[in-house]
């Protein structure tokens, strides 16, 4: 009988056998898994109860030594027995305060002067823990930012409650809509807000189209114009941003002559936008000394869209062998350049491309430091990234209103991280109208 080998276990039983022990296994090795993240959270609680805790206390000596102090103070006013009248008188009911750190219970010390006279007396107010406060500063700006981030109002019970503890209270939905009617409020303030004695040595200018989901069919488009200037010690600065229809003349007309009328008479020296031709017409009417700069970025996108996918790349590169060129004499080079190689096939975007040769190239009559600033728009379009973040999460804004409160709260976050120009100590020279030659200051005569 030819002989033959089974792979394998050869019984059936130990086969069982062995399929118990890994099913046992598995479990022991979920338990252990188990047991650890159990020990982590365990140990999470413990730091984060230290924490509260050490913040606590910390806070409730600095109260104390905040009565202590007051009490000194008054140390000399005593009565006819040499009996200090300004004395300690126990505490104030307990109160929570929503903290970075979490809820802490504090106990505020009171304060009591026994002078007869009621108009003599010394009224203690402590400064680290005002009347009625029940969320610090931290908190205040927390609650905004997570809204303009794109958490949505159902979500904030779970994000507070991850970051600030379980016991967090008093920041439902409803506060988001308290703080959207006060940011309102805070939007026709600051756009009504006098200009008188303000300089924008450059502005940018753009606009950005968004969805509102609760305005009638026909007015869900809405187009949100936005205007940013750098100031004499090249800070940059949110100057105007209204409810516009498209990027018509006539909606820029109406930001630009508001401006002007609350005080900003002093034109800018160079204002950078994309093609977009009604703000061009609204600010040669309005500002007409002021130097027109065309956004390379947008003139790009627009010449590149002109011309086949696979010659883009290459173009891009010609492209930008233009606007990095050190002098103008280079750079009109490489814009001929550029004409010549393109232009029998791709008339279109060659078209694009040199119908804004002057305004495209307008860059190298300034400082050379501060061409990065001025080749784009990109100051704006950086705020924008966040606004878009924030109609992705929603899908578009409740109302017009919301849409352009918002842009104007995002804006405001926004500019904590803008930077000043680079040589920003040269834009004195700009102002007093010193003559620019492919970046450089050219001396007087």
């Known amino acids: 009988m030819r002989g033959f080998t089974v792979r394998g276990s050869s019984c059936p039983t130990d086969r069982k056998r062995a399929r118990r022990r890994a099913r046992q296994e598995a479990v022991e090795n979920g338990q252990e898994?188990?047991?650890?993240?159990?020990?982590?959270?365990?140990?999470?609680?413990?730091?984060?109860?230290?924490?509260?805790?050490?913040?606590?206390?910390?806070?409730?000596?600095?109260?104390?030594?905040?009565?202590?102090?007051?009490?000194e103070e008054h140390a000399d006013k005593v009565d006819e027995g040499g009996r200090r009248q300004v004395v300690r008188n126990g505490y104030l009911p307990a109160r929570t305060i929503l903290t970075g750190a979490g809820p802490l219970e504090i106990e505020q010390p009171r304060v009591r002067d026994k002078t007869p006279h009621e108009d003599g007396r010394a009224v203690f107010t402590s400064a680290i823990l005002p009347p009625y406060l029940r969320k610090s500063r931290s908190i205040e700006e927390l609650l905004p930012w997570l809204y303009l981030k794109g958490v949505s109002t159902g979500d904030y019970?779970?994000?507070?409650?991850?970051?600030?503890?379980?016991?967090?209270?008093?920041?439902?939905?409803?506060?988001?809509?308290?703080?959207?009617?006060?940011?309102?409020?805070?939007?026709?303030?600051?756009?009504?807000?006098?200009?008188?004695?303000?300089?924008?040595?450059?502005?940018?200018?753009?606009?950005i189209h968004v969805n509102v989901r609760l305005?009638?069919?026909?007015?869900?488009?809405?187009?949100?114009?936005?205007?940013?200037?750098?100031?004499?010690?090249?800070?940059?600065?949110?100057?105007?941003?209204?409810?516009?229809?498209?990027?018509?003349?006539?909606?820029?007309?109406?930001?630009?002559?508001?401006?002007?009328?609350?005080?900003?008479?002093?034109?800018?020296?160079?204002?950078?936008?994309?093609?977009?031709?009604?703000?061009?017409a609204a600010l040669r009417e309005v500002y007409p000394t002021t130097n027109e700069q065309r956004c390379w970025v947008h003139k790009t996108a627009n010449v590149l869209n002109k011309m086949p996918k696979a010659l883009q790349a290459k173009a891009k590169s010609d492209l930008h062998q233009i606007w990095l060129a050190e002098t103008r004499e280079m750079a009109t080079k490489a814009f001929d350049h550029f004409l010549e190689k393109y232009g029998a096939k791709y008339e279109a975007a060659c078209a694009c491309l040199s119908k804004d040769r002057d305004a495209l190239l307008g860059f190298y009559d300034f400082p050379a430091e501060h061409w990065g600033h001025l080749r784009t728009t990109n100051p704006i379009e950086s705020t924008f990234a966040t606004i878009r973040l924030r109609h992705r999460r929603t899908k578009g804004s409740g109302s017009r209103k919301a849409s352009l409160t918002m842009m104007f709260k995002l804006a405001q976050s926004a500019s904590r991280r803008w930077r000043r120009l680079n040589a920003h100590h040269q834009i004195v020279l700009v102002l007093e109208g010193r003559i620019f030659t492919d970046g450089v200051l050219q001396n007087a005569a």
């Open 157 to 207: 019970a779970e994000a507070l409650q991850s970051l600030l503890g379980i016991d967090a209270k008093g920041l439902s939905p409803n506060v988001i809509v308290r703080l959207k009617e006060k940011w309102g409020q805070q939007y026709e303030e600051w756009s009504r807000r006098d200009l008188s004695g303000e300089e924008y040595v450059y502005v940018w200018a753009d606009g």
């Open 215 to 280: 305005e009638d069919e026909g007015n869900q488009k809405q187009c949100l114009l936005v205007l940013m200037g750098a100031t004499a010690d090249g800070r940059k600065e949110l100057v105007a941003v209204i409810d516009g229809v498209r990027e018509s003349k006539q909606s820029w007309m109406e930001l630009l002559l508001d401006l002007k009328q609350r005080g900003l008479t002093k034109p800018p020296r160079v204002a950078v936008g994309d093609g977009a031709l009604g703000f061009w």
């Open 33 to 71: 898994e188990a047991m650890a993240r159990a020990v982590v959270d365990e140990s999470r609680s413990a730091l984060d109860a230290y924490v509260f805790e050490g913040a606590r206390q910390l806070l409730q000596m600095a109260l104390e030594c905040e009565v202590q102090g007051f009490l």
